[in-house]
């Protein structure tokens, strides 16, 4: 460690700000967005809902407890670059197994410090979240900003291929990852006894399976593009839609297999699931100025008229308005902005969330909801 080469921000809009990186050289280009989370930054980094994106986090001290091998959300750092305030080099905690710069360093993304977050974090809210580009290479400011103006957007934007499973697999937390098995899928789903659940898996956080299998319920995570057919074939006693990055509306081959798996079996979708849902259910996306990324989200039940604080992370949204079918109902509501933030259709036992129930960072408030999802399935 001990970088403290020079490093520039831009963003599209022409805001260009001069920073340190604490990883060394390197350049991250993607969709600059921020999080308001105090603690939770290794998961945030391992969330594959951040791919093609660059995270500010809005509190000034970031790495005064390390990393471990326990807080991942993924295989890896999903995040293209990471934007923070002040580098803390010499973490405290007895969990730590290394600092957060060599974490990156090793996962090869820029980290820069240093930056007037508190700037950053104005102008996107502002003006929106823009494309923007981190670098140590290219120091000019005018060529900067230039670049990151031809970067693709955010919309339209399928990034589901990029971090989806290759491979079905069960999850078993000793190896928490597929065994690349050569028998097809119908063999593979005889290995298991018990309440078995299929999960699409759009860019999962490790921790949504987690909570279903502390539920008792065997996960067989299957890729994003799993054909419907092949899924319903298993007869499993429920499916689960993950949470993923991008634009649901380009991920048009999981909202056909959605609406076709729809009233067959139960089904619980989160985040980029909910999404997908919407869509399969006649309805349209939009995408949000500047998103929702947290974990301090004030969500109303308006089942029960319980306010839920909860963790999010989505720049994407479901116009509830654009849902034609009657007896889908409106479940819960983002107090902020008003947005939609759950659904369900009790005939088709679907349902779905905006927000993230399984935290990591965040709080527990909307754990209840694999309760939910487990008296479905039972």
């Not at 993924?74 to 923070?84: C, D, L, P, T």
């Amino acid at each position: 460690m001990g970088y403290s080469m020079k490093a520039l921000l831009a963003l599209e809009d022409g805001l260009v700000l001069s920073g340190r990186s604490f990883t060394g050289s390197g350049e991250a280009v993607g969709e600059v967005v921020f999080n308001t989370s105090m603690t939770g930054y290794q998961e945030i980094l391992t969330d594959p809902s951040y791919k093609g994106q660059i995270v500010t986090m809005t509190y000034p001290m970031i790495g005064n407890y390390g990393v471990n091998l326990e807080d991942v959300e993924s295989r890896g750092v999903q995040a293209e670059g990471f934007i923070i305030k002040e580098y803390y080099a010499y973490p405290s905690n007895w969990r730590a197994r290394g600092t957060l710069a060599d974490y990156l360093e090793a996962s090869g993304r820029l980290g820069v410090e240093g930056i007037d977050t508190r700037a950053v974090t104005k102008r996107l809210r502002e003006a929106g979240a823009m494309r923007g580009i981190i670098s140590t290479l290219d120091l000019d400011p005018a060529s900067l900003v230039r670049r990151a103006r031809e970067l693709p957007s955010m919309e339209g934007a399928n990034l589901v291929d990029l971090v989806t499973c290759t491979e079905p697999y069960w999850w078993d937390e000793t190896d928490a990852g597929p065994y690349s098995p050569t028998e097809n899928l119908q063999v593979l789903w005889q290995q298991r006894a018990g309440k078995k659940v299929v999960l699409y898996d759009y860019g999962v956080k490790f921790n949504i399976i987690r909570s279903l299998k502390a539920r008792g319920l065997e996960v067989l995570v299957v890729p994003a593009a799993t054909p419907a057919a092949a899924v319903l074939a298993l007869n499993p006693d429920g499916i689960v839609l993950s949470n993923g990055p991008g634009d649901p509306a380009a991920v048009t081959y999981a909202v056909e297999n959605i609406r076709q798996c729809l009233g067959q079996k139960p089904m619980f979708g989160i985040c980029l699931g909910h999404q997908l849902m919407g869509l399969a259910l006649g309805g349209r996306t939009f995408k949000l100025k500047f998103g929702h990324r947290g974990g301090n989200q004030p969500v109303k039940n308006l089942l029960n008229g319980k306010v839920e604080i909860t963790s999010q992370n989505h720049g994407f949204a479901v116009d509830l308005n654009s849902i034609n079918d009657p007896a889908v109902e409106l479940t819960h509501v983002n107090l902020n902005d008003n947005t939609l933030e759950g659904l369900r259709h009790p005939k088709l036992k679907a349902f779905s969330v905006q927000y993230h129930p399984e935290a990591s960072p965040g709080p527990h408030d909307a754990d209840y909801l694999f309760d939910e999802f487990l008296n479905l399935v039972e």
